[in-house]
């Protein structure tokens, strides 16, 4: 029998305890290595959530470009600002900057060199969002693939284009400070707050305006003309503001862009909507519906002015007989679930004209259930469209300002140029499932498209619906309309047999075909 060597026991036990100790520390420094995985994620993902609420992505791209690579060109008072890039490429992005830089941009407007930033970002809102949630926000953009995207040149004249000269704008105009919770209001309510006037920095539209473009304090959410567009009033006023309507009403417009009674976004607020409100939680939709109900209630014009009712046959009635009422009803009511509300519509209510003038003009695409608005100003002249925008202003007890005239029709005519009316260049297919159908020559639906016309829309449009239903099931209404309506833009746009404002009338038929069918077959 053999026997040990002295220490041979104690020898084994050491080396099986260091073992086990190796183990323990090996599992111990995978624990926290998946910890600290889990908490940069958890980082990142409420980086990205915040990113969403404050609406970067919508300056930050141009138009086809690679998300927050910059590029994109932002009328301001000053002249057009090229936003840079905010990717994390060391040479042309923000990779090289630290923490300290990166919050400074948002709490003074001041960049990563010490130069001043112009106020286009809307650092004077900035400023409220805390440290922690900046940095949140930084992690994300760290998080992405770098761009190189090299800063465009600004386009601004003497003396906008010496940064300097923002030293006195911000004497004048900013206020440094983090938000600060108000003790005597509800979560719910401070929550809103924190989102409306920072992130969110909703009064940069909706706040009136004085001069060089400061908007932070000036007549707060009361609204305010911006780029040929009208912000309406978003205080608790029940007449003018948002008080007269429900919570749901309000927060399902925040995320969809339609609400029955608050109407259908457009503009500014529909590409607000699309790239940061749908994003939001109903929790947080309901914060900011919360706190803009609990603003202090203003007005923007006198109810009493009732111009275009003058008389027994009140001007612009019959431009709205011909041109609007098949659809929106006699009294302006619409059609629940397919055609808004005129009365007490948001936009209609709002003490500028510019909203409901570039609707008549450019029309709406689908939105959810809502039917496409065609492009109708295209076959109307500017005095008939001031008309009809002044009396929808007015009937049905809106009572807003008749102020539309026809030479301000003209002038945002050629700044209207929008899907419905072929304006600019043709959209194009975001949904996947749709577009590979589209676009398979075999589909057939390229040939139905170049062969359409007014005679044979409906049967051609109830075909090609078939066809985009059966390869893509689960695609949405609004999304199917909107996609084929793209898919014949480019067509109807080359077609030499149709001539000027017939096009728009025709491609809007189309649309609204499409729509029809996919109404009609959802009922059978």
């Given amino acids: 029998m053999a026997t040990r060597r002295p220490g041979q026991t104690a020898t084994a036990s050491v080396c099986q305890t260091s073992v086990v100790l190796a183990t323990v520390l090996i599992a111990t420094l995978a624990t926290s290595a998946q910890a600290a995985a889990d908490a940069t994620a958890d980082l990142i993902a409420r980086g990205k959530y915040l990113a969403d609420a404050g609406d970067c992505v919508a300056c930050h791209t141009k138009k086809d470009g690679q998300p927050f690579a910059g590029g994109r060109y932002l009328n301001t008072p000053f002249g057009q600002l090229a936003s840079p890039n905010i990717t994390p490429d060391k040479e042309t992005g923000i990779g090289s900057w630290t923490g300290d830089q990166f919050y400074r941009a948002f709490h003074e407007g001041i960049g990563k060199d ?15 969002v805390t440290r922690d949630d900046v940095l949140a926000i930084k992690a994300y953009l760290f998080s992405l ?46 929550r809103g707050a924190y989102l409306v006037e920072g992130l969110g920095h909703c009064g940069g539209c909706h706040n009136g305006r004085i001069l060089a473009g400061n908007s932070s304090e000036a007549e707060r959410l009361q609204g305010g003309e911006l780029q040929n567009w009208y912000a309406p009033n978003i205080t608790s006023d029940v007449r003018q503001g948002v008080g007269k309507y429900s919570d749901e009403q309000l927060v399902t417009y925040l995320k969809s862009g339609v609400s029955q009674g608050v109407g259908v976004a457009n503009g500014p607020m529909a590409e607000t909507i699309h790239d940061s409100l749908s994003k939001l939680t109903d929790a947080d939709l309901h914060a900011i519906v919360a706190y803009l109900k609990s603003t202090p209630a203003k007005t923007t014009y006198d109810n009493s002015h009732q111009t275009a009712f003058s008389g027994p046959d009140p001007v612009g009635r019959q431009a709205y007989l011909n041109n609007c009422a098949s659809c929106h009803q006699l009294d302006g009511k619409g059609v629940t679930g397919a055609v808004s509300s005129l009365a007490g519509d948001a936009s209609v209510l709002a003490a500028g004209p510019q909203d409901v003038i570039r609707v008549v003009l450019g029309g709406i695409e689908a939105r959810g259930s809502n039917a496409p608005m065609p492009a109708v100003g295209a076959g109307m002249t ?18 807003a300002p008749a102020t539309a005239g026809g030479g301000m029709v003209g002038d945002m005519r050629p700044l209207t140029g929008t899907a419905m009316n072929l304006g600019g260049d043709c959209p194009k297919i975001d ?13 057939g639906i390229a040939d139905a498209l170049h062969g359409l016309t007014l005679v044979n829309v409906e049967q051609t449009a109830e075909q ?8 893509a099931p689960h695609a949405q209404q609004a999304d199917i309309v909107n996609s084929l309506t793209a898919a014949y833009c480019p067509v109807i746009k080359q077609d030499s047999q149709v001539q000027g404002v017939q096009k728009v009338i025709q491609f809007n038929n189309f649309s609204d075909q499409v729509y029809s069918v996919l109404t009609s077959k959802g009922k059978e």
């Fill in 145 to 190: 693939q770098p761009v190189h995207s090299p800063q465009l040149p600004n386009k601004m004249a003497f003396p906008f284009n010496i940064r300097t000269g923002l030293l006195a704008w911000n004497q004048l105009f900013f206020r440094e400070g983090t938000f600060q919770p108000d003790p005597a209001k509800s979560p719910e309510i401070n």
């Fill in 464 to 471: 090609i619906v078939l066809k985009v239903k059966a390869a």
């Fill in 431 to 443: 949904q996947p499932d749709i577009a590979a159908v589209v676009n398979d020559p075999k589909s």
């Fill in 114 to 128: 010490g130069e001043y930033i112009y106020p286009a970002m809307p650092y004077p809102y900035y400023t409220k």
């Fill in 382 to 399: 500017d005095q008939d469209i001031a008309d009809v925008v002044n009396y929808v202003r007015q009937a049905w007890g809106n009572s």
